[in-house]
Nanobody, 117 residues
Framework: QVPLVESGGGLVQAGGSLRLSCAAS???????LGWYRQAPGKQRQFVAS???????DFADSVKDRFTISRDYAKNTMYLQMNSLKSEDTAVYYC????????????WGQGTQVTVSS
């Protein structure tokens, strides 16, 4: 069973919005969850995280534009991305098991987000 499965990526114009979803198995969903992204030719970087209690953390580059949430009834986490910029173009990965600065225990397969200018 794949522990984390992302969906919702795609192509959007600059200024637009997308919502990414991450479905997780039960035990993994009860960990701290997050999102990382990797743009072509760049290192993977932290985007956002949410604890089991709902506390959130965001990279400065996405603060005030992205929100993160989790639905315990659906075992699904969401990343709502607004006011998208071309520099947000990347493969986005759902993660579980750690806070910013520590390597997550689990990674999804990634979903491509492309923002056209």
């Amino acid at each position: 069973q794949v522990p984390l499965v992302e969906s919702g990526g795609g192509l959007v114009q600059a200024g637009g919005s997308l919502r990414l979803s991450c479905a997780a198995s039960g035990t993994i969903f009860r960990k701290i969850l997050g999102w990382y992204r990797q743009a072509p030719g760049k290192q993977r970087q932290f985007v956002a995280s949410i604890t089991t209690g709902g506390s959130t953390d965001f990279a400065d580059s996405v603060k005030d534009r992205f929100t993160i949430s989790r639905d315990y009834a659906k075992n699904t986490m969401y990343l709502q991305m607004n006011s998208l910029k071309s520099e947000d173009t990347a493969v986005y990965y759902c993660t579980a098991g750690s806070v910013r600065g520590r390597s997550p225990d689990y990674w999804g397969q990634g979903t491509q987000v492309t923002v056209s200018s």
